[in-house]
């Protein structure tokens, strides 16, 4: 559940319409309108969403795990008249945060309305046992947070003190020898490294104004470079061994940080492989004739189904590891940007599907078959 919630925040910077603050610069050095932007980022964020939605799904179906019967389920309004007027306080941060209010002012006046908006109703009222514990809670959940980030700061000091940030992209264009694949390895590592204690805007300009350069002389588009670098400062959230998205949910759900993060890049896998699809394959940002368009967006989605199956070790039911192994080759040229490639991995993939589909008939009909 932490790292549902990590992989959740961590989409909501690249979801169109409102995505996150980087998003804002990104327009300022691209010289796009920010509605452009927002169109062409919609199809990463969405299939983003989709791989979360298809790994956890195959995941709960793995496990036997099935829904809160509808009898048992809190019912909306009930609670809404019991309980709503605590989302005010969650409004109030939100608004602040949208008309651009610092985040430690929004922060203060969101616990300042908390203060005011609990003391409406006698069971959600602070009395001083309520408050001090709170008080510990809180200070419980931060202190990996703080210890962590203290850890990063050491290191995002070194980079700057020793100049090394600013060489960064003679390093890439040195160590990558001209060949796109490397450089963009190289840049992805150094969006991790810079966003383990950086905010996301933060670690997305100091790459943004210095690598693109190197990326555009590869071929690679300024809109697919600076959407690359955004997507990693973003993902840096969830990386190990610093990754303070993972920690902040961990401390929500009072489990190991280390073990958040590890699933939640389990589970995040395809947003790791999307920035290299759209740099390889633009018209995953809508660039390109819209019948490209369509086609490598029903491969890509059909990968991530795929991919999804061969992580989870479920595909419409328990999957040995051949199959796996199959699945997963079959994802990956789904992916792959050549047509061809794609279209051999789609007859993999459906095959594959036929075969599951037979075993579970098969099965169904050996249970029902009446015993003499």
């Not at 796009?32 to 791989?51: E, G, K, Q």
């Not at 694949?181 to 810079?194: K, W």
């Not at 990326?215 to 470079?225: H, I, K």
């Not at 991995?345 to 009909?365: C, D, H, P």
Request: aromatic share 10%.
């Amino acid at each position: 559940a932490g790292a549902v919630e990590a992989l959740a925040s961590s989409g909501g910077q690249i979801m169109p319409p409102i995505m996150g603050a980087a998003a804002f610069i990104m327009v300022e050095f691209i010289m796009i309108p920010y509605i452009i932007l927002c169109l062409h980022a919609t199809i990463p964020a969405v299939l983003y969403f989709f791989s979360v939605l298809m790994m956890i799904h195959f995941h709960s179906c793995r496990l036997g795990m099935m829904g809160i019967p509808r009898k048992e389920c809190p019912k909306f309004f009930q609670e809404l008249k019991r309980g709503g007027h605590m989302l005010v306080p969650m409004a109030v941060l939100v608004y602040l945060l949208a008309i651009w209010i610092g985040p430690m002012l929004a922060v203060f006046c969101s616990i300042a309305s908390l203060w005011i908006v609990s003391s409406i109703r006698k069971h959600t009222r602070l009395n001083p046992s309520r408050f001090i514990n709170g008080i510990y809670i809180g200070m419980r959940a931060m202190a990996p947070l703080t210890a962590i980030c203290a850890g990063a700061g050491i290191l995002i000091g070194v980079l700057s003190m020793t100049g090394l940030g600013m060489r960064m992209a003679f390093l890439i264009e040195l160590l990558s020898h001209g060949h796109l694949l490397a450089a963009l390895l190289l840049t992805m590592v150094a969006c991790i490294v810079l966003g383990m204690g950086l905010p996301t805007v933060a670690a997305y300009v100091v790459v943004a104004v210095i690598v693109p350069p190197t990326l555009r002389n590869m071929g690679v588009s300024d809109l697919a470079a600076h959407m690359f670098i955004f997507y990693f400062a973003i993902l840096a959230a969830i990386t190990p061994p610093v990754a303070t998205g993972a920690y902040t949910a961990a401390g929500i759900a009072e489990c190991n940080p280390m073990g958040v993060a590890a699933k939640a890049v389990k589970l995040g896998t395809v947003a790791f492989l999307l920035p290299y699809a759209f740099v390889y394959e633009p018209s995953l940002l809508l660039q390109g004739e819209p019948w490209r368009i369509a086609l490598h967006v029903f491969f890509t989605a059909c990968g991530i189904l795929a991919w999804a199956g061969a992580m989870e070790q479920y595909y419409f039911r328990e999957i040995s590891f051949i199959f796996r192994t199959v699945l997963g080759a079959s994802a990956i040229m789904l992916i792959w940007p050549e047509v061809w490639i794609s279209i051999v991995g789609l007859a993999i993939m459906l095959f594959m599907t036929a075969l599951t589909v037979r075993s579970n008939r098969k099965e169904k009909q050996l249970v029902s078959a009446p015993t003499h």
